[in-house]
């Protein structure tokens, strides 16, 4: 399993669960103000098994959240190998959000990794 955890602040940030639901394919997502979490799958070849990423947006007000990633299920075989598939999630919808950031003109004030 692996979590990034960032804080963003800006202006509108639900348009984020948006903007981040609209490039996630096969994705569920449940709304409980002022939580939203939102569940994705993942299928990876190079150890051909499904990874899932859960999205936590726990919002203060509507120009501060903090947003958990949570990336695990992707280990295959009998040595339970992931090949880094989890933390490679986990860095590519990171990147998504720094780039919804950049061009939202939101920023990241902490992130953290574990």
């Keep these: ?5 960032l804080i963003i602040v800006g202006h509108d940030l639900m ?5 981040v639901q609209a490039r996630l394919e096969k994705h569920y997502v449940v709304v409980h103000d002022p939580v939203v ?3 994705a799958e993942q299928y990876y070849f ?3 098994s499904t990874l899932q990423s859960t999205l936590v ?3 203060e007000d509507r120009a501060s959240c903090m947003v958990e990633i949570i990336s695990g299920g992707g280990a295959a075989g009998v040595l339970n190998l992931t ?4 933390q490679d999630r ?7 959000i720094r780039q919804l950031c950049a061009s ?3 920023i990241i004030t902490d992130e953290l990794w574990s």
């Design 1 to 5: 399993m692996n979590i990034a955890r």
């Design 37 to 39: 979490v939102l569940v």
């Design 46 to 48: 190079r150890n051909n």
């Design 57 to 59: 947006f726990a919002f």
């Design 83 to 86: 090949f880094g598939a989890e």
């Design 15 to 19: 348009r984020l669960v948006e903007e």
């Design 90 to 96: 986990n860095l590519t919808i990171v990147e998504m």
């Design 104 to 106: 939202n003109q939101w």
